[in-house]
């Protein structure tokens, strides 16, 4: 029943935006410090239009928030690792104990949960290959109901592309 309503939602707010609404979300997706002024110039509509329309998918959720894409390497972080996560169970307290636990590490930027041969991919940073051993050893590693956990550095990142491909929707 929560799919259903969550689809319908979805279809109500998609009807509902026009061209101009994904041409919106598109450029704040790629540039989220343009200025109103530069984002309204670009579109080809007015300043107070492209704002109402920028606060109005705000109020939507459609925007959940802004933020600088920091270099993570000039700041000290030079490595960042993906673990592969595998629980002794799968039972839901036990997948929400291991996300409560694993949310007390800022060192882990992202957690998502998988269908398939583990049960999380988590992308950790860290200072060095040193300050990445001790993380995993002393929290990856005992972190409640773990039952494996398998690596793999980051050489290079290709292609880091935020959001959803508005391109295919205009």
Known sequence: MVKILQNSL???ILQKLDSIDLRILNELQMNGDITNVKLANKLKISPPSCLRRVKSLE???LILGYNAI???E???YKVTVFAYVGLESQAENDLK???SYISNFPEVRECHMLVG?????LKIVAKDWDDFQSFLTKNLTQ???VSNVKTSLNIRS???LPGIPFETMI
């Open 158 to 160: 290709v292609k880091k």
């Open 117 to 121: 041969e583990v049960d999380f991919l």
């Open 59 to 61: 109020r939507k959720n």
């Open 10 to 12: 979805f279809l109500k």
């Open 97 to 99: 104990t291991f996300e």
């Open 70 to 72: 920091v270099n993570p």
């Open 143 to 145: 972190a409640p109901k």
């Open 74 to 76: 000039l700041l000290g």
